[in-house]
């Protein structure tokens, strides 16, 4: 079993800054990609930034140069720093890890549960 635990979430003025976490835990053999989504009321959800396990990184147009996506291999957590943060920002994040468990010869992708953000002044 594998869970993402999520935090870094909360209420931020305009331009303020934030860092969101993510820890995976359990029976995990090797992770692939990390990565950041958010969801906005009304709206899909929608990949925010990615990383790959030799830290090739991907970012969504709306968060470049303001966004800042890392990971620690060691400790299985992702990290995303967000800076200059924008009323539009407001959302769920929620993070996502492409992971194999010890008693499996294939990768799935595994979801946290889940954090606000929201920018407002």
């Known amino acids: 079993q594998v869970q993402l635990v999520e935090s870094g979430g909360g209420l931020v003025q305009p331009g303020g800054s934030l860092r969101l976490s993510c820890a995976a835990s359990?029976?995990?053999?090797?992770?692939?990609?990390m990565g950041w989504y958010r969801q906005a009321p009304g709206k899909q959800r929608e990949l925010v930034a990615a990383?790959?396990?030799?830290?090739?990184?991907n970012y969504a147009d709306s968060v470049k140069g303001r966004f800042t996506i890392s990971r620690d291999n060691a400790k299985n957590t992702v990290y995303l720093q967000m800076n200059s943060l924008k009323p539009e920002d407001t959302a769920v994040y929620y993070c996502?890890?492409?992971?194999?468990?010890?008693?499996?010869?294939?990768?799935?992708?595994?979801w946290g549960q889940g954090t606000q953000v929201t920018v407002s002044s």
């Open positions: 990383i790959t396990s030799g830290g090739t990184t």
């Open positions: 359990g029976s995990i053999f090797s992770i692939n990609d």
């Open positions: 996502n890890a492409n992971i194999r468990v010890l008693w499996r010869d294939y990768f799935r992708d595994y």
